[in-house]
């Protein structure tokens, strides 16, 4: 008996450093992928500044050290269905059939989910949080932003945004398989509330209140959201109940 569960646990693990590899494989070619267009994509993310703004390179290595850093985020966000895949094929087996029936169908909401968090960040979000932040700059002189604090900070607001933007899809499936309920929720309302403005004080990177409502409001419909679906989830699982 000791054997058996010993090999088992030997072919888990070395499932899981299968399922690693992969996930490193991917994200490598996404990083390289990113590194070849690392100037197209600079130059997207220089779109917000005004034109007396500049970005300054300071040291002799933070010039690569933030094209590194920009493409490998970018390399992770092109990763993200293979990522998803692996790890989704690691668990499978400790699923049962409806989960996994569950897990696949939210698969493809989840990927665009993210793409809608990202986008809203970098549409609605970024302009006036840049805007705010050159307008209190220019107050003391020339804005001139190094350019790995800038990089660093839009690339996690897109990041960031994108995985809240997860939170719908995330309370559908829990409330599919049981963990959370509507009842539950509706009773922690009141704190999801003050967790968003939270969150939001944490991921905007201005301290005005615009621009911390402008996350924390759709964090909140996101929240919303999330009770109804889990109430969708509920009743679906007691009509097949019923059944």
Request: net charge neutral.
């Amino acid at each position: 008996m000791a054997d058996e569960e010993r090999l088992s646990v030997l072919g888990h693990l070395q499932d899981l450093r299968k399922r690693l590899v992969w996930m490193a494989v991917a994200i490598a070619v996404g990083t390289g992928i990113s590194f070849y267009y690392r100037q197209e994509i600079a130059d997207a993310l220089k779109t917000f500044l005004d034109e007396e703004s500049e970005l300054q390179v300071i040291g002799m290595t933070e010039g690569i050290v933030t094209a590194f850093k920009l493409s490998f985020t970018c390399g992770l966000i092109l990763a993200i269905p293979v990522v998803l895949y692996e790890i989704i094929m690691f668990v499978r087996p400790a699923l049962t059939t409806n989960e996994k029936r569950y897990v696949y169908t939210l698969i493809p909401a989840a990927l665009l989910a993210f793409g809608c968090g990202a986008t809203f960040a970098f549409f609605i979000l970024l302009p006036p949080a840049i805007s705010v932040l050159e307008r209190f700059g220019n107050e003391f002189g020339v804005v001139e932003w190094r350019a790995g604090d800038y990089v660093s900070t839009i690339i996690g607001l897109l990041f960031g945004i994108g995985l809240c933007f997860e939170l719908p899809i995330v309370m559908y499936f829990l409330g599919k398989i049981g963990v959370i309920t509507t009842g539950g929720l509706k009773r922690f309302h009141r704190w999801a509330i003050v967790l968003a403005f939270i969150l939001a004080a944490i991921i905007t990177p201005t301290p005005d209140p615009i621009n911390q409502t402008l996350v924390a409001a759709p964090l909140i419909l996101l929240y919303l959201l999330g009770t109804f679906l889990v109430w969708t989830a509920q009743r679906g699982r007691t009509s097949s109940t019923k059944q």
